[in-house]
């Protein structure tokens, strides 16, 4: 074999690899489940080269065929993002750190996994009187700083969809259940760079939040108190932090 050809075959091998990742991307993108055909519109592959990669990835456990005929994500990726997420967590946690060391409240990251936030690490506040937040915890980011923060980064018409699914249920007298009322607090997220929460998850919790910005993952970071700490003049140290924080854990997971 000639360094000529060795080296094509090296490029196809390549290709064939980000093929088959990007193909998983636009199913995860879909819901988790598509046909052929809409595959290939989605990705803009010619359907024989769909055919071969699917069938790899049906045969590795990565996809699975359903009686429809549709394509669906395997189990075996359940492995693969667990691993991942808890990768995320290492990462996370010193700059976490950093931010309980400076501002004295419990912080925070999350991400948005399908229609719901989950919370993926936390370092707790030495306060004896402060919040916990189970790591793999899942509510609805309609009632969350980190929901508004990640929200602020998607197209609007994909937010409003996601509140219809979810039904905006209220968990406070302070819970925002309106759509348009919503939006409007992820618009004043755009332009001010961070979003609060403002006890609509729970009662005397006070919450602020940005997001991870240029990271495949819908993430965001926050620093969360008991609401007679979380002053406005606490909010306004912690909103440069966070920011800083968040830039810096962008940079790691680049």
Request: glycine share 8%; hydrophobic share 40%; charged share 20%.
């Amino acid at each position: 074999m000639t360094e000529e050809t060795g080296s094509k075959s090296r490029s196809g091998s390549v290709q064939s690899i980000e093929r088959a990742f990007g193909l998983l991307e636009v199913m995860a993108d879909a819901g988790g489940m598509l046909g052929l055909s809409q595959l290939a519109t989605a990705s803009g592959l010619p359907l024989p080269t769909i055919h071969r990669l699917v069938r790899t990835l049906v045969d590795l456990g990565y996809l699975r065929q359903e009686p429809s005929r549709q394509y669906v994500l395997g189990p075996k990726l359940v492995r693969l993002g667990e691993s991942s997420s808890r990768m995320l967590s290492v990462w996370a946690r010193p700059h976490l750190a950093h931010l309980v060391d400076e501002l004295g409240e419990s912080a925070n990251m999350a991400m948005l996994d399908g229609d719901q936030i989950v919370y993926l690490a936390q370092v707790p506040s030495r306060h004896s009187m402060r919040m916990f937040t189970e790591v793999g915890r899942r509510v609805l980011p309609h009632c969350t700083a980190v929901g508004k923060a990640i929200f602020s980064q998607l197209p609007e018409a994909d937010v409003r969809e996601l509140l219809q699914r979810t039904g905006m249920p209220k968990h406070t007298e302070n819970t925002i259940t309106d759509p348009d009322a919503f939006m409007a607090q992820v618009h004043g997220t755009q332009e001010q760079g961070y979003a609060t929460d403002e006890g609509e998850q729970e009662l005397g919790v006070r919450c602020v939040a940005v997001p991870v910005p240029d990271v495949p993952s819908r993430l965001a970071i926050s620093i969360s108190g008991p609401a007679g700490r979380m002053t406005e003049a606490l909010v306004g140290r912690a909103v440069p932090l966070l920011t800083e924080a968040a830039k810096s854990l962008s940079e790691d997971l680049r």
